[in-house]
């Protein structure tokens, strides 16, 4: 029998249910199951209305976690990074659920293509692949369609860090 790959959809996640009014219990997340039935839509507008529901926040929430190759990523988000870079970013990603190295690759070009607002602030001169504070802010601003801002931690996380490596370079 043919195998069959899909390349452009990723698996259909099951829908959010309102959690009940009494308070208790919340939504769980979709198993191994949820990649069977044959079944396959695009889901980056169903994560994002969803997870609000979820959380009962009337803001728009994309990416959740940070992300990076030598981690042991959440599958559901490195699929929605996936679908991201897909859908915003002309990528031809595979659906893989794992944050492998054409992933890395598509994360570094859109760090490049952003580079002001997400590599300068730290002092980097190259991407770094990894989806962090600002790389994850900024895929949350370009999906949502707003500016989110940085929390005073993490301001003070990226001053830090900009002026440690400015530190190693005005030192050799």
Not at 25 to 34: F, V
Not at 151 to 162: G, L
Request: charged share 15%; net charge neutral; proline share 6%.
């Amino acid at each position: 029998s043919a195998t069959t790959t899909a390349t452009t959809t990723p698996p259909v996640i099951p829908p959010v249910v309102n959690p009940p009014s009494n308070g208790g219990g919340g939504g769980g997340g979709g198993g191994g199951s949820s990649l069977g039935g044959g079944h396959r839509r695009d889901i980056s507008n169903l994560l994002a209305t969803t997870s609000g529901q979820v959380l009962g926040a009337v803001s728009c929430s994309y990416l959740r976690d940070y992300l990076r190759r030598d981690w042991n990523n959440d599958p559901l988000e490195v699929l929605k990074l996936q679908s991201f870079l897909n859908v915003f970013e002309g990528e031809k990603l595979s659906y893989t659920t794992v944050f492998d190295e054409p992933t890395f690759q598509a994360v570094s070009r859109f760090q490049n293509k952003y580079f002001n607002d997400i590599l300068e602030p730290w002092g980097h001169t190259a991407p770094t692949g990894f989806v962090y504070i600002l790389t994850k802010k900024k895929i949350n601003e370009i999906y949502c369609n707003t500016i989110y801002t940085l929390t005073p931690e993490q301001k003070q996380e990226i001053a830090a860090f900009r002026a440690f490596l400015m530190s190693l370079r005005n030192n050799g």
